[in-house]
Structures are given as C-alpha cells and as structure tokens.
C-alpha cells in the first residue's frame, strides 16, 4: 500500500479513537459531578459543568497556534505524538478529581496539549498527492466524526455498568492506544535540518503574514461558523424536541436521536464529497456545502414534529460533511510550504471558539429570540459567508511551491 494511505488510515482511526474517548463523559459531566464530586445544587451543578465544559476549548484556542509553529518547525509526527500521549495522562489523572476545581484545571491542562486531530490533519495534507486530497480530507474527517458519534453511545453503557470514574481511565487507555498505533506505523518525511534554517517568527506575525493570503479569512471564518452553527443550539434540542413530540415518553430517545443523526450523515456524506471535490473542486463543494447547510438550518426553525426536524437535520449533515474536508484541502493549496502545520494550528483555534462561542451566544441568545430564532440567525450567516467566499476564492492563486 502507498505510504499515505497507510498514513490516513491508521490517522483516520487515531481520530476515531480520540473522539470517541473525548465524547465519552461530556454527555454526563453533569451526573459526575452531582455524583462523585459531591455537589447538590443544580444551578451550581450548571454553572460549574459549563465553565469546566469551556475551559478546556479556551486554552486550545490560545496554544493551538503555538504548536502548530512547533510543528513547522520540528515535523507534524512529534507534535502528533506530544498531544495524544499527554492528553492520555491528563485523562487518567481526571478520573482521580475529588472536587471541581481539580477537574476544571486539568480540562484546561487538556485543552494546552491537545491538538491531534489538527496534527493528523498537516501530517495527511503533506504526505497526500494533490489530486486525492480532498479524498483524504474527507476520509480523515469521518474518521472523527464516526467517534464523536459512537463516544456518548460507549460512555452510557460503560457509566452504567462501572460507573463514571471507569470511563476516564478507559479515554486514557483509547488515546495512548491511538498514539502508540501512529508511533510505530505512521512515518513522515521531514527535513528537521532544512526547517531548523527556516526563519523563524512570532505567533502574532506569523498570523498577519496569513492573513495577507486572500482566501485564508474567510476559510478561518468558515470553521469558526460551521462550530458556531452546530453548538449554538445544542444544548436546546432537548427542549424543542419535548415541544414538537408534545410528550415525555421516549424523550430521552428522540432527543438524542436528533443531536446524533446530523453526525451520522456527515461522516457518510465526507468521504464522499472529498472524493468528488478531486474532480470538481474543493472550491465548488465548499459553496454548495455552505449554502446547502444554510438552507437545511433555517427550515427547522419551521417544523411541526420530530420527523420533520429529524429529516432537516440529517440533510444538514449531508451539506456539513463537505465544509471541514474542503476548507482544510483549501487551506493547504493557498499555503506555502514549510507553514501548513501554522495554518492548520490556526484553523484549529478558530475551531475552538466556534466551540466555545457557540453555546455561550445559544444560551444567550435564547430568551430573546428562542432556539427558533438561531436556527435562523445561524443559517442567515452560514448565507452570507457562502457569498463572502465566493468572492474570496473566485480568483484561486495557490500558494507559491
């Protein structure tokens, strides 16, 4: 087998475990800390599930530039390596949290070392030939999306048969397995002697010197949406799910039914769209994708019953399975060599504050305008940014080899 695919596959499960192990526990943060961190009061249940839930996404977005620098500097592999072998400690360590604030700052502890999906991501886009990239892009990302979905399914079986603690060391054990398997059987061809004569920069700098390409705002804006857009109204499914089913029987079925079907279709859907962005275009896909995903969001502000919002939210996915895939194919054509591993540590921040701006907006945003509202606003600038990137990358000029 070709060297890149051995790569991709054996990064397309490392990815598949990580997600899987970093969504075992977020479904229940809550009961863990009502259980076995001792606390009683459900507003401060709430609160503290939220900041420690953020925590985690505020220290990625600051550091997930810095090791991607690194990552330049001294090959995507250690970078891969340093993330997934400390983000297994940091794992293990949560299972022996006593109060909150110990699982608050190892949460952040998390969020400084992680960064091995964005390493996957440069380690693939340099060893992939240009005309399967998107092929693996999508490939890389179903891969992922595949574990976020399996992760809640894994964790509430194993919370009820050994309890919430188990799970911790069991995410650990995942992602030390995900690490060890890229250690022995991924290889990169990097020149640490010609990277070391490379000229080195500020984070800052390096930044402005990105952003000066044409296409890489609106490319950073598109993750920072595609985030923004899923989690805004996360968290309220539940309770608009209750209002469309009018019931409270199988509540908890359909509601988790909703929030995972839009996965379910964007892991089918990616492979897909990368495979055929190769012959069309990463551009092509990334409009239709944009507008598509705008279109399915605003229909389910409308809907009278679960079946229909069901429907909406899987064709949403469908669109969604195309944005990540091509915005990282996009961002390593508009790169230069030797900075892709600092592009891809930006797009990883912009990932993070989606994450992390997503539900803080939703919450707030709630109250005055309901989650029939967001749907709304978040397809209305899903729109806009289609029309923004077509102007942005109408004129593609790669980056200069």
Known sequence: MQRWKTNLGI???????????????????ALYLKQDLGLTDEHEIGVWAGIIF????VTSFVFQPIWGKLSDRYGRKMMLLRSGFGMSVVMVLMGFATTPWHLLLLRIMN??????????????????????????????????????????????????TFGFRPIFYITGGLLFLASSVSWIMVKENFDRQAAAKTPQIGVLKGLRELMTIRQMPVLLSVTFL??????????LIPLYVEKLHGTTENLAFYAGFVGSVTGLSNMISSP????????????????????????MLIPQAFVGSVGQLLVCRFLQGCFMGGLIPTVNALIRKFTPDGKESRSFGFNGSALALGNMIGPIVGGALSGPIGIE??????????MLTSGWAYVALRAERPASR
Do not use: C, E, H, Y
Not at 280 to 291: D, E, F, T
């Open 11 to 29: 990064l397309m499960f490392g990815n598949f475990l990580v997600m899987a192990g970093m969504t075992m526990i977020t479904p229940f943060l």
């Open 54 to 57: 953020a925590g985690n996404f």
């Open 111 to 160: 969020g400084v070392i992680a960064g091995f999906q964005p390493a996957a991501v440069s380690l693939v886009a340099s060893t992939t030939p240009k005309d399967r990239i998107g092929f693996a892009m999508g490939t890389l990302q179903s891969g992922g999306v595949a574990g976020s979905i399996m992760g809640p399914f894994i964790g509430g079986f194993l919370a009820d």
């Open 226 to 235: 595609i985030q923004f857009a899923m989690l805004s109204p996360m968290a």
């Open 272 to 295: 897909i769209l990368g495979r055929l962005s190769d012959r069309i275009g990463s551009k092509r896909i990334l409009l239709v994708a944009l507008v598509g995903s705008a279109v």
């Open 373 to 382: 509202g967001l749907f709304i606003f978040s397809g209305a600038m899903l």
